[in-house]
């Protein structure tokens, strides 16, 4: 429980601190040490590949390479660290392929998101990976944001809510089950007339569609927006509607700071229905906005890695996250929020793998119901 002096710290903070405390009082994440250095490890002369399972572009595969010349300059002996995009399957292709092939001699490592973490929560058939074979050695959370084209002639949530039943919206996906899930399930409790277009092999390829003209709507993970979508927002190619939040230190949503004149999306749904409780839509929704937010990507070593090496890569990641570099150069590319290593990645984890029963039954029934999905 936060005392109230720890809420008044809580209150007084801005950014990135802000949001490791909340991630502190929210999930249980204490601020303990990662592993210690592991000895005698070395990867000089070694190339490590990072199974990357999305095309390139995406939130995820920007991430990803970020992350790598860091990674690589903070492990023993400084290998260099290689992205191999393997698309499909919503990202279960290159997670099966993982799952099947990589090798637990610290050379082999997974970039997971929560469009990896979905199916397999839901019980998805094409899910042959277990996160129980995996280990952990950095989660990242994040947000993200919903935008529109122009073409709409929506400028606002005032204006989403008013000309909500005019418009037909288009928005590539890369399935119900993915990390879409959250914002498809968004614009139904907004009662928007969305037509989905599954099959996109990443969210950089939604994100082209809509610079194509191809879709009206898109929502892009905070990394990716940052990068690739505010050169859009400036040049007035894409309006920016709300973003999904954070959680505060009792458990709601509130705004992201990385966008902080966007409302979240409970000041939206608030907005449409003022009188009414939140239903049980709106509960799973915000279930599995934690799942999908609370560690939303992570990178992972085979079960049987050796503990000298899961130390190594851990001590890597804390490494390379406190650098003073990475710190300025992260706020630009992943946005304000806090890089988990060691056991704040593994409460992490825990936080987005637990699911109420009532709520994945709730999402799984809509699944079928809307978009004929089986489990």
């Given at each position: ?84 995009n393997i698309p499909g399957g919503g990202s279960t292709k ?282």
């Open positions: 429980m936060l005392n109230m002096t720890s809420l008044n710290t809580i209150k007084g903070m801005t950014g990135r601190r802000f949001l490791q405390t909340l991630l502190i009082a929210a999930f249980g994440i204490s601020a303990i040490p990662s592993n210690t250095h592991a000895k005698d490890v070395s990867f000089s002369g070694e190339r490590v590949e990072l199974f990357m399972p999305y095309k390139e572009g995406g939130g995820t595969d920007t991430w990803g390479r970020f992350y790598a010349p860091y990674l690589s300059e903070a492990l023993p002996g400084q290998p260099v660290v290689v992205v191999k290159g997670a099966n392929q993982f799952a099947r092939r990589g090798k637990a001699n610290g050379l082999n490592i997974f970039a997971s998101s929560a469009s990896t973490q979905f199916p397999y929560l839901l019980k998805d058939r094409r899910v042959k990976y277990d996160y129980n074979d995996w280990r952990v050695i950095l989660a990242s959370p994040t947000g993200g944001v919903v935008y529109v084209s122009p073409s709409t002639g929506i400028n606002s949530v005032d204006d989403l809510i008013a000309k909500r039943d005019e418009i037909k919206f288009k928005y590539g996906s890369q399935g119900a089950t993915s990390l879409d899930l959250v914002p498809i399930l968004a614009m139904d409790l907004l009662g928007m007339d969305v037509q989905p277009t599954f099959g996109m092999k990443g969210r950089g390829a939604g994100r082209l569609a809509f610079e194509r003209g191809e879709v009206n709507i898109d929502y892009q993970t905070s990394s990716a927006y940052i990068k690739k979508v505010t050169p859009l927002v400036e040049e007035g190619k894409a309006i920016p509607l709300f973003s999904f939040g954070v959680l505060n230190e009792e458990g709601k949503l509130e705004r992201d700071p990385n966008f902080p004149d966007l409302p979240h999306f409970s000041e939206v749904y608030a907005k449409l229905y003022p009188d009414q409780d939140p239903s049980q839509g709106y509960q799973a929704w915000r279930s599995f906005f934690v799942a999908g937010f609370a560690a939303q990507k992570m990178i992972f070593v085979p079960k049987d890695t050796p503990d000298e090496l899961v130390q190594a890569w851990r001590q890597a990641a804390t490494e390379a996250i406190s650098s003073p570099k990475f710190s300025e150069e992260s706020v630009q590319v992943l946005g304000e929020y806090p890089q988990l290593t060691g056991v704040q990645a593994e409460k992490a984890l825990e936080a987005a793998l637990s699911l109420e029963e009532r709520n994945l039954k709730w999402v799984r029934n809509w699944l079928t119901e809307n978009y004929n999905t089986k489990f």
